[in-house]
């Protein structure tokens, strides 16, 4: 038996994650961390079978040294961060704090206590964008070009990880994941956001450039993909972690009106957001060779099974609209102050 400290427990992946972990691994125990930043939901894990949930944030080393020695940890997942790339662009000192010196002060806990494995969640953004017209991919051993403040914190966060690794023998792991969607997600991100507006009868803010794609990944298939890492993967390595399956900001949004029976009325153009970038598409090649995974969820299935959750659970979305502090819309004002926001 194991006990799991699992970081942004209470987040969109970190919460299908540790629903994931309990099934997989009944006898393990679970010990969840969150901040509750705006986007953290206690109620996503709380009161689950098996797993202790605590409020504090993974820069806090020795709250996650007391947490390591008194619950006896054994395996560390570290999904805590600020994600929202439109919100980066308005408080980037946010994500630098989160990112990267969240990452380096939960890394410290680690080394002072040690455990059998660290396994850091980042994102396919760190290696920068692709063009629209070529068939390329990015691989592990793509290098690093991060185009915005949200990107730039994820890479340094894996340096960082890398650091630990290197210098501290911390055995450390890595996955860079594609886009991910799937239930629980806040309404701030594209797909949540569009189901959420379309059931109120509310318009899809779709940016300008509406044939950017992004790799779509079910969240379920993430969860198993890093358990795979976690109890087969080489130590020092990095995985990538993505489907194969690209589809443009249009595409989304005729998906989910589709789904919801509704017409293409229900779409309006806003302005791009500043480095809005193009594509991303992961070669993960290595993950499927080496630990034998694949995506089981198909994008039309999950799709389809995504916009349901949202429309059977309005008594969690509902609570949550306007806690974002960005708001998308038509006169996007992206300047980087406190308290900055884009009007609808």
Known sequence: MSTVLVTGAAGFIGSNFVRHWRAAHPGDRVVGLDALTYAGVRENVEGLDGVEFVHGSIANTELVEHLL?????????????ESHNSLAILRPGDFFATNVMGTQGLL????????????????????????????????????????????????GGDHVVRAYGLTYDVPVTITNCSNNYGPFQFPEKVIPLFTTRALAGE?????????????????????????????????????????????????????????????PEYKTIVPDRPSHDRRYLLDSSKLRAELGWAPRVEWTDGIAATVDWYRANEAWWKPLIGRSPVVEGADANWAPFEGARVPR
């Open 69 to 81: 020695r008194s619950r006896s940890v054994d395996i560390v997942v570290n999904f805590a961060a």
């Open 108 to 155: 410290e806990a680690v080394r002072r206590v040690g455990v059998s494995r660290f396994h850091h969640i980042s994102t396919c953004e760190v290696y920068g964008d692709l063009p629209l017209d070529v068939d390329d991919a990015f691989t592990e051993d793509s290098p690093y070009l991060p185009r915005t403040p949200y990107n730039a914190a994820k890479a």
């Open 203 to 263: 318009r899809l803010p779709l940016y300008a450039s509406t044939k950017n794609r992004r790799e779509w990944l079910h969240v379920d298939d993430h969860a198993r993909a890093i358990d795979a890492v976690i109890h087969h993967g080489t130590v020092g390595e990095t995985y990538n972690v993505g489907s194969g399956v690209e589809v443009d900001i249009e595409g989304i949004a005729d998906t989910v009106l589709g789904a919801l029976g509704l017409g």
